[in-house]
């Protein structure tokens, strides 16, 4: 029982280890640790860099794609439709609704992709905004990972 705890626990330590590894740490044992404790040492001091700062490194960085408003042409086409609308009316109060239709249109397409670039532009702004925020929680995990190797005889890079 208590041989098959201690390979479970090797087994944990080691894919903490591991997960600490893809984030590009490099970890050399100064006081002729073996690999078995090498890897327990890693899993524990991934453990507790995890516990104090709240960043899990096995959570992927965010991603592209929060912008859902479909291409420019939609939003020109869209833009323009009611803006013919619009103008049709307007033309037909002055007495001529296919001038204010073709008015109507170009304005209204105009428009239409000028409010698309600018959902877009905030959409990029808030990934930035995320990705600074990973950015910086993962660089947090990171010293505070180093920190605990490195008080357990290792150098970390």
Not at 21 to 44: C, L, M, N
Not at 77 to 94: Q, T
Not at 118 to 146: E, F, I, K, S
Request: glycine share 18%; charged share 10%.
């Amino acid at each position: 029982m208590r041989a098959s705890m201690t390979m479970v626990a090797l087994a944990a330590a080691m894919l903490l280890a591991h997960s600490a590894a893809a984030q590009g740490v490099f970890v050399y044992p100064q006081q002729g640790q073996d690999a078995q404790k090498q890897a327990q040492d890693q899993g524990e001091c991934a453990a507790w860099a995890q516990q104090q700062t709240g960043f899990n490194p096995n959570i992927p960085p965010p991603t592209g794609g929060s912008y859902q408003g479909g291409s420019q042409g939609g939003a020109m086409v869209g833009g323009a439709a009611r803006g013919a609308a619009l103008g049709a009316i307007g033309g037909a109060i002055a007495g001529d609704a296919g001038k204010g239709a073709a008015a109507g249109a170009a304005m209204g397409g105009l428009f239409g992709g000028m409010r698309h670039n600018d959902r877009r532009r905030q959409a990029d702004h808030a990934q930035d905004q995320q990705m600074a925020q990973y950015n910086a929680a993962r660089d947090t995990y990171l010293r505070a990972y180093g920190a605990c190797l490195g008080g357990r005889g290792y150098t970390v890079n």
